[in-house]
């Protein structure tokens, strides 16, 4: 690790190769807590390559317990974190509204790190028990509509690498990748990036691939639709900056996504909305997100048409249904 510090503190990169390589030392135990964290700092200091960035991802998918869903050809709905606003749990909501109009979902997430309280954290606080049994996760997703992936469960050679990210607190280079290595393989994804030159650097790689997909930022620094502005929308067919009258939804201020300070907080507004009684502010960003999710499923669906097919999922309670559903699945 020496060498590689050195290397990255001469303001050098690393190649595709040399990236996937280290990644793939790091999971397997072969550097200690403090190297890991100097590595995990140089990326702090500095913009990461969309070399480095690949070789990370490559690394992390060969490395993981994969589970092959293609059969419902589902999709991940997800955001990097990342993004210091500490909103509520709006893409984890959001995946519920679309397996609640028949989207199926693989949703892939972790605990907060560099938030209050990750899309883990809440599941686990309303009583969902983790798996990577795939015959447990296959009933859900035949039932509900939705599954959840939880990344420490499918990606264990990074049980190193977590201890340290917890500690360091802020987000790190894994933040980028995790919306990257869902173990699943989804072809269909909408993913929401903390910058905007992630958000280039996203769409560069995910055009290399088979991927249907739509990668948002919001211009005010959202990794989702805050509908505090306008956000930045790339998908594998065009980009374009989207507000939002254009999803005939209300502007919003930052103070009404407030994800609140506890876990417990965040429970009950996670509740509140999928039994339709969150705010209008609540239930509009999450009906914008699910809505630009169903669009980045089905292009040939308007994004007005989709966002009125996300409201009906939750305000009929379809959304609700699909999270109950999920809940029993998984006893």
Do not use: W
């Amino acid at each position: 690790m020496k060498e590689i510090l050195n290397h990255l503190f001469e303001y050098k990169t690393l190649t595709k190769s040399e990236a996937k390589a280290i990644l793939r030392d790091i999971g397997q135990g072969k550097y200690t807590p403090v190297q890991i964290a100097s590595f995990l700092t140089v990326y702090m200091m500095r913009s990461i390559t969309v070399n480095e960035l690949e070789g990370f991802r490559d690394a992390m998918l060969e490395l993981c317990l994969a589970v092959d869903f293609s059969e419902y050809d589902p999709m991940d709905v997800c955001g990097t974190g990342g993004d210091g606003k500490d909103t509520f749990n709006i893409s984890t909501l959001a995946s519920f509204v679309v397996a609640g109009a028949g989207q199926r979902v693989v949703k892939h997430g972790n605990y907060g790190v560099s938030s209050a309280c990750g899309s883990s954290t809440v599941m686990e606080y309303l009583g969902y028990k983790f798996t990577n049994d795939k015959d447990q996760l296959r009933r859900q997703i035949d039932q509900s509509g939705i599954c959840f992936l939880h990344a420490p469960l499918f990606h264990p050679a990074m049980k190193n690498v977590a201890p340290v990210r917890k500690e360091l607190g802020v987000k790190t280079f894994f933040n980028m990748l995790g919306p990257m290595v869902n173990p699943a393989f989804p072809k269909k994804q909408m993913v929401g990036v903390f910058s905007l030159e992630l958000a280039r650097l996203y769409a560069y790689l995910y055009q290399q691939t088979d991927k249907q997909f739509v990668i948002l930022h919001a211009l005010d620094g959202y990794d989702e639709i805050s509908l505090t502005g306008g956000v930045k929308m790339i998908s594998n067919h065009h980009e374009q900056v989207v507000q939002p009258a254009d999803m005939h939804l209300p502007t919003l201020t930052a103070e009404s996504l407030h994800g609140g300070d506890t876990v417990e907080e965040a429970a009950r507004i996670f509740m509140n909305v999928l039994n339709s009684e969150g705010t209008l502010a609540q239930q509009a960003a999450v009906i914008a997100n699910a809505g630009m999710a169903l669009h980045a499923a089905q292009p040939a669906l308007s994004l007005p048409d989709a966002v009125g097919t996300a409201r009906e999922s939750l305000e009929s309670g379809k959304a609700l249904g699909a999270f109950r559903q999920f809940m029993a699945a998984g006893q």
